[in-house]
């Protein structure tokens, strides 16, 4: 059973710093390619950023470029994303997502920048 389980969210202030988890479960995870989106209030859910299974490939939006950093450890079945000088519109719940016949997502977690 597929299973992704996302950590590390919280309140930063803005210039500041966090680093999300996401621990996969039930599949081969360096198969595949992961993701992380984000739903901000009164927002669609927009996709962030995407690394290819072997980790050779990124793909970032515009607004995080050169702030965000997506990366993967598959010696422990992990993705990660770095956020450095986040700012207020980075407020949001981040989620972690794959794709295998159908579309899978944690439970996101929440992260807040403000002062």
């Known amino acids: 059973q597929v299973q992704l389980v996302e950590s590390g969210g919280g309140l930063v202030q803005p210039g500041g710093s966090l680093r999300l988890s996401c621990a996969a479960f039930?599949?081969?995870?360096?198969?595949?390619?992961m993701s992380w989106y984000r739903q901000a209030p009164g927002k669609e859910r927009e996709l962030v950023a995407t690394?290819?299974?072997?980790?050779?490939?990124?793909h970032y939006i515009d607004p995080v470029k050169g702030r965000f950093t997506i990366s993967r450890d598959n010696a422990k079945n992990t993705l990660y994303l770095q956020m450095n000088n986040m700012e207020p519109e980075d407020t949001a719940v981040y989620y972690c997502?794959?794709?295998?016949?159908?579309?899978?997502w944690g439970q996101g977690t929440q992260v807040t920048v403000s002062s």
């Open positions: 039930g599949f081969n995870f360096s198969s595949y390619a």
């Open positions: 690394i290819s299974g072997a980790g050779g490939i990124t």
């Open positions: 997502y794959t794709y295998r016949a159908v579309r899978y």
